[in-house]
């Protein structure tokens, strides 16, 4: 069996999983996107997953990024991690979109470098992101806390270089209950239409996720199978 091969068969079961899932909620699989995680996987994985169809994947490490993106400009690179401030001049420049924005300074620091990128040539249009919402105050795993959300996102909805495009959110392990990231994607879809994006669920979350209304699912494992750290 070839990775090809191996790939293409843990997508059908993701999907079927997704398509399983949205039918028990009343959705449309169609309107859930599958944002492929690929920290940690070499270009080659990168490469297939371009040939199977996908133009987004997700990473968290800035550096691993960064020479991923240089090497496969016609991918889009999703920051799905934690970002430093001072690394973001460096994010700003090759992140398609940012889903972890959890305070106002990372925001401004972001808003600043897109600028810098778009003066240079080294990005195409703003810098979209994401307020990434804290479901239980835990720094570990990042995220704004609850009240911090919308005056975020309307920070981030009036920055000159940068777009608000929705809410993420990652659960503490053995948690599946995405109630208050729902409740908060309600009044932000109010607030600036429906056209933004709930960025929840993985691999072992995906169908909890998309009966709370995400419409995109991070999902590493299940599609890339298993790995050793680093």
């Known amino acids: 069996m070839t990775r090809r091969d191996d790939l293409v068969a843990n997508l059908t079961l993701v999907r079927d999983r997704i398509a399983r899932a949205a039918a028990a909620a009343g ?92 003066e240079t040539s080294k990005r195409e249009g703003r810098l979209r992101c994401m307020v990434q919402m804290s479901i239980d105050g835990d720094p570990g795993r990042g995220g704004a806390v609850e009240a911090a959300v919308e005056p975020l996102a309307e920070w981030i909805a009036e920055a000159e270089f940068l777009e608000f495009v929705g809410l993420m959110c990652v659960l503490p392990v053995g948690d599946h209950m995405f109630d208050s990231a729902q409740r908060m994607f309600a009044k932000l879809c109010a607030c600036y239409g429906d056209s933004l994006d709930f960025s929840a669920g993985m691999s072992q979350d995906l169908e909890q996720a998309i009966f709370a209304g995400s419409t995109i699912v991070r999902v590493g494992t299940g599609i890339m199978g298993p790995r050793d750290l680093p």
Do not use: C, Y
Not at 29 to 37: C, G, K, M, T
């Open 27 to 118: 959705r449309d699989a169609e309107e859930i996107q599958l944002l492929p995680v690929t920290k940690f996987r070499p270009i080659e994985d990168i490469e297939l997953l371009f040939e199977l169809g996908f133009r987004e994947v997700g990473e968290n490490r800035d550096q691993e990024a960064r020479e991923k993106a240089a090497a496969l400009p016609g991918m889009n690179f999703h920051m799905i991690g934690q970002v430093q401030t001072k690394k973001a001049n460096s994010v700003a420049r090759w992140a398609h979109t940012v889903q972890s924005v959890d305070s106002l300074k990372l925001a401004q620091a972001l808003n600043k470098g897109a600028g810098l990128a778009l």
